[in-house]
Antibody, heavy 121, light 109 residues
Framework: QVQLQESGPGLVKPSETLSLTCAVS?????????WGWIRQPPGKGLEWIGS???????YYNPSLKSRVTISVDTSKNQFSLKLSSVTAADTAVYYC??????????????WGQGTLVTVSS | SSELTQDPAVSVALGQTVRITCQGD??????ASWYQQKPGQAPVLVIY???NRPSGIPDRFSGSSSGNTASLTITGAQAEDEADYYC????????????FGGGTKLTVL
């Protein structure tokens, strides 16, 4: 059974860099799939941030692309998110998920439990 | 604004059938996936592809697609189905970018 768990600081100061890690258990990241980050501001909907293929190719939301870096560490079986120059608008619950892609269809499953990151001084 | 459009809220009487829709140009080429989210919980995949249910999802959940509209149908809605539902697909650029719909709040009366 594949499980994902997000970790990282719950409070980040404005203009600094948000850094989160997603630890994967029950499956080796290097074996396949995309691995994605999604966020949800309080009381709002879901927003795809970006995904990384197991080989290292990355795909980012165009609206966040200039500030986002997603990387994978196969030795630790985890992948990470960095979001630079954060503002209060980046306050959200951040989820990681396994991202499957097939002909004509994509899906995110399973998801981590999510971690709330607040941007405040 | 999202490239996938959902009605903000839908209601259904207990035991009745409800359809939640998602509209977007990319849905002419790609199937949507659907997620159920209950308060304080992570989203859960309920439908993906043409009409596939992950293990553990009740068969009262089904998916369909026509033109630029994808639909999630719950046949015989239960009280525990009250939740927010989100659709997801690629964006209309044809690039590897993914978008979520704005979400639909389902109330079971």
């Amino acid at each position: 059974q594949v499980q994902l768990q997000e970790s990282g600081p719950g409070l980040v100061k404005p203009s600094e860099t948000l850094s989160l890690t997603c630890a994967v258990s029950g499956y080796s990241i290097s074996s396949g799939y995309y691995w994605g980050w999604i966020r949800q501001p309080p009381g709002k909907g879901l927003e795809w941030i970006g995904s990384i293929y197991h080989s290292g190719s990355t795909y980012y939301n165009p609206s966040l692309k200039s500030r986002v870096t997603i990387s994978v560490d196969t030795s630790k079986n985890q992948f990470s998110l960095k979001l630079s120059s954060v503002t209060a608008a980046d306050t959200a619950v951040y989820y990681c998920a396994r991202h499957s892609s097939a002909a004509g269809t994509d899906w995110f499953d399973p998801w981590g439990q999510g971690t709330l990151v607040t941007v405040s001084s | 604004s999202s490239e996938l459009t959902q009605d903000p809220a839908v209601s259904v009487a207990l035991g009745q059938t409800v359809r939640i829709t998602c509209q977007g140009d990319s849905l002419r080429s790609y199937y949507a996936s659907w997620y159920q989210q209950k308060p304080g919980q992570a989203p859960v995949l309920v439908i993906y592809g043409k009409n596939n249910r992950p293990s553990g999802i009740p068969d009262r959940f089904s998916g369909s697609s026509s033109g630029n509209t994808a639909s999630l149908t719950i046949t015989g809605a239960q009280a525990e189905d009250e939740a927010d539902y989100y659709c997801n697909s690629r964006d209309s650029s044809g690039n590897l970018n993914w978008v979520f719909g704005g979400g639909t709040k389902l109330t079971v009366l």
